[in-house]
């Protein structure tokens, strides 16, 4: 048994590192030793450049995840790069607000194909070789919504609550074949994702007076847990949805 939270030696795979949730599990990968290739449509230099100043390394490759299409070429891209592909982070998502009575099915495909679909086939193509090797971690980065229903945002809410359920599934099937599969389930964090939400200052206000840490979280504050589930510490954590959260879901 392994107690050790080093990450020499290993790859990952984290889809969005430029910004916000993803970039910031991308630095504190590689800061606990991991070689990063980050995934993405924008470009990974601000990334990139913060992983080089830690010694770290990281590539980055371009994808659309709005399609599986690239799923197969991620994989090979991390194996050409780096040698192996030992931690997937599906981290990579989008959220549309309207009310459900006026909801679109453009919003609805969108969000769900991303958030979800993606999600999953990644998680298929990395398996196989992590299946090969014996050995593998995937992290989905869920949400406060996939334990709690929300408003304005029916598909991000079904997405996020499938991508638990399919934690679960996955770990169901995989954790015999040395694959842990888990989740992050961020609370209420200052990215990109939750700009408009903070610029409301009715919806703003009503969130900060339930968090009991009584603050939105910063990405940099996601790191340990995600270092933690991709570690040798966590060999026998499996199907879990872990919130990070300054205390929102124990209100
Ligand atoms: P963000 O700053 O908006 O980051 C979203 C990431 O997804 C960006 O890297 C974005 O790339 C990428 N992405 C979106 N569409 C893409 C596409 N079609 N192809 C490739 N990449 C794409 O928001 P964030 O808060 O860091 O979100 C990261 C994850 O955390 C999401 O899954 C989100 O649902 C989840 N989350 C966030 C919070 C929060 O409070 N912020 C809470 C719970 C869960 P571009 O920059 O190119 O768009």
């Not at 590539?59 to 997937?88: C, H, K, R, T, W």
Request: aromatic share 6%; glycine share 12%.
């Amino acid at each position: 048994m392994s107690l050790s939270f080093d990450l020499s030696g290993r790859t990952a795979i984290v889809t969005g590192a430029n910004t916000g949730i993803g970039q910031g599990i991308a630095v504190a990968l590689a800061k606990a030793g991991a070689s990063v290739l980050g995934v993405g449509r924008s470009s990974m230099a601000e990334t990139e450049a913060m992983i080089a100043q830690g010694r770290g390394r990281f590539a980055s490759y371009s994808a659309d995840l709005g399609s599986i299409e690239p799923v197969n070429q991620i994989v090979e891209a991390a194996l050409d790069e780096f040698g192996s592909v030992d931690i997937l982070v599906n981290n990579a998502g989008i959220i549309r607000r309207a009310d459900a009575i006026d909801f679109t099915e453009e919003d609805w495909d969108a969000v769900m194909d991303i958030n979800l679909k993606t999600a999953f086939f990644l998680s298929q193509a990395v398996a196989k070789r992590m299946i090969l090797n014996g050995k593998g971690k995937i992290i989905n980065i869920a949400s406060m919504l996939s334990f709690q229903g929300g408003i304005r945002i029916p598909s991000y809410t079904a997405s996020k609550s499938g991508l638990a359920g399919l934690t679960r599934l996955l770990a169901c099937e995989w954790a015999s074949k040395g694959i842990n599969v888990n989740a992050i389930a961020p609370g209420y964090f200052v990215t990109n994702n939750t700009t408009a939400l903070r610029e409301d200052q009715k919806r703003s206000t009503e969130i900060l007076g339930r968090i009991p840490a009584g603050r939105w979280g910063v990405p940099e504050e996601l790191g340990g847990a995600a270092v933690f589930l991709a570690s040798d510490a966590a060999a026998y954590v499996h199907g879990i949805v872990l919130p990070v959260d300054g205390g929102w879901l124990a209100r």
